[in-house]
């Protein structure tokens, strides 16, 4: 790597430039090595993986990380706003694609908040909606009443007019070898259950049905087929308009979708959409990401920090790095969060300007997270 180059771009804010905090200490057997007063928070897609296949370097990168034992050298995670899987499930698979040993602690997805949910909502009816498993997640999370909004339709006959024309097959029923639909045994009664919530997990697939069931659901009071009533709370994993996929270009994401149910839905309604948006640039998803890594296990011998949970480490990080791909998620963020976040943006994702975004800009550019891991090491003393 070119170190000049590849730090073309270090944007001036010199009260927000780490410090070296851990350089050229030397550990001694007697003395349990001092443990990183920094910390880094990877975004996924764009920046370590496109599609399904890693972005050059990124497992490299990723390696230096761990010390010869296979433990975690520096404490780092995975702070995504994708998901639609269990965050084990998710780090069993990109333990596979990056070939190291990622603790599913480290996987923070969009839709991990939602896990504090699950006390308001407890026994109440509430659908899940995207791709992947939705409804284990919501399950796992420990929502006791979930439907995937693919069950759910599949209770109402005509909720979804247009599917007699939709000819493609799931992935269940290629599993399966099924040819035509299966719909599940009427062991409930959706029809007078109310839905209590309605939780956008992951990246809807069906838009046209799942924005029809969810006016349905959200205008009748969550009785598809009544009156309107008052709206259930709807939550989104997060509000991403656009993200970096296999495509040359931006791919439509989470908050494309919303903005397509919010217009339909106020046309139709007489009372505006209601919604609540998690993920980044929230900065309470910082502060979370702040406080999981403060309690990672990192450097064997040193106990990871036992203070308040509600307590945010921002005491124990001097800095926290944030490396993404999408100014107006990644850096964005990291700059509403503040103190200790230091953000870096590559050019393997969403971004791909010569220069700073000129709307977020970054604390530094780089043209990888190869590049980004690079700094940060050298920064820390680490190299
Ligand atoms: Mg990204």
């Given at each position: 790597m070119r170190f000049s180059s590849a730090f073309a771009v270090l944007r001036c804010r010199c009260k927000r430039r780490p410090s070296v905090s851990f350089s050229h200490r030397r550990c001694f057997s007697s003395y349990p090595p001092p443990r990183p007063s920094f910390g880094i928070a990877f975004?996924?897609?764009?920046?370590?993986?496109?599609g399904q296949t890693p972005i050059a370097g990124a497992p490299e990168a990723l390696r230096r990380l761990y010390s010869d034992s296979g433990g975690l050298k520096v404490p780092f995670l995975f702070l995504t706003n994708g998901g639609g899987v269990r965050e084990s499930k998710r780090a069993k698979e990109l333990s596979l694609q990056l070939g190291i040993n990622i603790l599913h602690q480290q996987v923070l997805?969009?839709?991990?908040?939602f896990k504090d949910l699950a006390n308001r909502f407890k026994e109440g009816l509430v659908i899940a909606v995207g791709k992947g498993e939705p409804a284990d997640v919501m399950l796992e999370y420990g929502f006791k009443n979930v439907l995937s909004i693919d069950e759910y339709a599949s209770y109402f006959d005509g909720i979804d007019p247009l599917?007699?024309?939709?000819?493609?097959?799931t992935r269940s029923?290629?599993?399966k070898g099924e040819k035509e639909p299966c719909k599940p045994p009427h062991t409930r009664n959706v029809f007078s259950e109310r839905v209590e919530a309605a939780f956008v997990v992951s990246d809807p697939v069906d838009w046209g049905r799942d924005i029809q069931v969810l006016c349905d659901v959200l205008r009748s009071g969550g009785l598809p087929g009544r009156e309107n009533s008052h709206q259930p709370p709807l939550f989104f994993a997060n509000d991403d308009l656009e993200y970096q996929a296999v495509f040359p270009t931006n791919r439509l994401g989470m908050g494309a979708y919303r903005i397509a149910l919010e217009a339909i839905f106020n046309r139709i309604h007489d009372n505006a959409l209601e919604y609540t948006c998690f993920g980044k640039p929230n900065p309470s998803v910082f502060r979370n990401a702040e406080n999981i890594l403060s309690h990672l296990p990192c450097c064997p011998n040193v106990e990871p920090y036992k203070g308040n949970s509600t307590i945010t480490g921002t005491h124990l990080f001097?800095?926290?790095y944030m490396v993404g791909d999408n100014p107006a998620v990644d850096?964005?963020?990291?700059r509403q969060a503040g103190h200790p976040w230091f953000s870096i943006l590559t050019r393997t994702g969403v971004f791909k300007g010569k220069e700073n975004d000129p709307q977020f800009p970054a604390d530094l550019v780089v043209d990888n997270v190869g590049d980004a891991v690079d700094y940060i090491l050298r920064q820390e003393g680490f190299v």
């Open positions: 975004d996924i897609d764009g920046v370590l993986i496109r997805q969009g839709h991990t908040p599917s007699p024309y939709k000819t493609w097959k029923m290629i599993d001097k800095t926290i850096i964005s963020g990291a």
